[in-house]
């Protein structure tokens, strides 16, 4: 078995809010003059660096921890890096006081994280809200990017399930009433339903769902998850300029999807087509965290297709 080992770095945030800048506490006066802060940000690494790099993004409620059997399926070919962003998994978590939690934000703290581990080229796996964040990075940086394996990963309306209408009736008229309403998405049921819905009986273990139930529920997370909520409006809004992106540059692409995933339906994953006809697209019987019931058959998906699209 290869091990992984389990790091944390500093990571430098220019995008500190008004509030943390004026902090006595938190900053030092250069800190402050520059606009500057840093943020502990926890991450797991296998595989040699001497290997291809795949940069691993996680998605809701998850945290790395989700990567705890694709790692190992995965390191005899691949440097393999997964972070947990701010508010999800072991990575610091400042107040909203202190941090602005968006999906922009988390996009300029993950690349900044690649950027002081010295992530220069590098594949990318991203699920749920990975994706968007990954998509960013693709963006500002397109000539990193050497593949992106999308496992329901969205970047079309198309893919959205119907969800997705309750989700955007609260993105147009945000009220507390409706904020309120969506903490539902951290109770410990609705948790349980995005890991087991959609999979073979007896297919997942209680550990990926029970370990987000914990981390959800660290102090101050809650309303920082809803923050996140509110702001996945500005991912559907990039939605045409990521699908630009691609036509562009035309990145190797696999996408991999839980076919029966009630968030990120089958129709997005077809989508990549039209703007990559060459992506390749794939299907497995699970639900959202394809990972935990077919992370053997999604290694061996990817190890076939990087073995040909990086040389």
Same mark, same amino acid.
């Given at each position: 078995?290869?091990?992984?080992?389990?790091?944390?770095?500093?990571? *430098?945030?220019?995008?500190? &809010?008004?509030?943390?800048?004026?902090?006595?506490?938190?900053?030092? &006066?250069?800190?402050? =003059?520059?606009?500057?802060?840093?943020?502990?940000?926890?991450?797991?690494?296998?595989?040699?660096?001497?290997?291809?790099?795949?940069?691993?993004?996680?998605?809701?409620?998850?945290? &790395?921890?989700? $990567?705890? *059997?694709?790692?190992?399926?995965? +390191?005899?070919?691949?440097?393999?890096? +997964?972070?947990? $962003?701010?508010?999800?998994?072991?990575? =610091?978590?400042?107040?909203?006081?202190?941090?602005?939690?968006?999906?922009?934000?988390?996009?300029?703290?993950?690349?900044?994280?690649?950027?002081?581990?010295?992530?220069?080229?590098?594949?990318?796996?991203?699920?749920?809200?990975? +994706? !968007?964040?990954?998509?960013?990075?693709?963006?500002?940086?397109? *000539?990193?990017?050497?593949?992106?394996?999308?496992?329901?990963?969205?970047?079309?309306?198309?893919?959205?399930?119907?969800?997705?209408?309750?989700?955007?009736?609260?993105?147009?008229?945000?009220?507390?009433?409706?904020?309120?309403?969506?903490?539902?998405?951290?109770?410990?049921?609705?948790?349980?339903?995005?890991?087991?819905?959609?999979?073979? =009986?007896? &297919?997942?273990?209680?550990?990926?769902?029970?370990?987000?139930?914990?981390?959800?529920?660290? !102090?101050?997370? +809650?309303?920082?998850?809803?923050?996140?909520?509110?702001?996945?409006?500005?991912?559907?809004?990039?939605?045409?300029?990521?699908?630009?992106?691609?036509?562009?540059?035309?990145?190797?692409?696999?996408?991999?999807?839980?076919?029966?995933? !009630?968030?990120?339906?089958?129709?997005?994953?077809?989508?990549?087509?039209?703007?990559? !006809?060459?992506?390749?697209?794939?299907?497995?019987?699970?639900?959202? $965290?394809?990972?935990?019931?077919?992370?053997? *058959?999604?290694?061996?998906?990817?190890?076939?297709?990087?073995?040909?699209?990086?040389?």
């Amino acid at each position: 078995m290869t091990q992984v080992t389990y790091n944390k770095i500093q990571v *430098e945030d220019c995008n500190v &809010s008004i509030k943390r800048e004026q902090s006595q506490t938190s900053l030092n &006066s250069a800190e402050r =003059e520059k606009g500057q802060s840093k943020i502990n940000v926890f991450f797991r690494e296998a595989g040699s660096k001497d290997k291809p790099a795949i940069l691993l993004l996680h998605g809701f409620p998850s945290s &790395s921890h989700m $990567f705890r *059997e694709l790692m190992p399926e995965l +390191a005899d070919k691949f440097h393999l890096i +997964a972070p947990d $962003f701010p508010s999800f998994g072991q990575t =610091e978590s400042p107040s909203r006081d202190e941090f602005e939690y968006s999906f922009d934000h988390l996009a300029k703290i993950v690349d900044k994280f690649t950027e002081q581990i010295g992530l220069t080229k590098f594949a990318m796996y991203v699920f749920d809200y990975g +994706a !968007p964040i990954g998509y960013r990075l693709a963006m500002w940086h397109p *000539e990193r990017i050497t593949a992106i394996i999308s496992q329901n990963g969205n970047m079309y309306e198309e893919g959205l399930g119907k969800k997705w209408e309750a989700r955007k009736a609260y993105w147009a008229n945000p009220t507390p009433e409706l904020r309120q309403q969506f903490s539902s998405a951290f109770a410990l049921e609705t948790i349980i339903g995005q890991y087991t819905f959609g999979t073979p =009986e007896g &297919s997942v273990g209680p550990d990926g769902y029970s370990i987000d139930y914990y981390y959800v529920n660290q !102090p101050g997370r +809650a309303e920082m998850q809803n923050d996140l909520i509110l702001d996945y409006r500005s991912n559907v809004a990039l939605y045409p300029k990521f699908q630009q992106y691609l036509r562009d540059n035309q990145p190797p692409l696999l996408a991999v999807w839980g076919e029966n995933d !009630p968030s990120f339906i089958p129709a997005g994953a077809k989508a990549f087509k039209r703007d990559v !006809p060459n992506a390749e697209i794939h299907f497995v019987p699970s639900g959202h $965290f394809a990972l935990e019931s077919h992370h053997t *058959e999604i290694a061996r998906l990817m190890k076939e297709f990087l073995g040909r699209v990086i040389k």
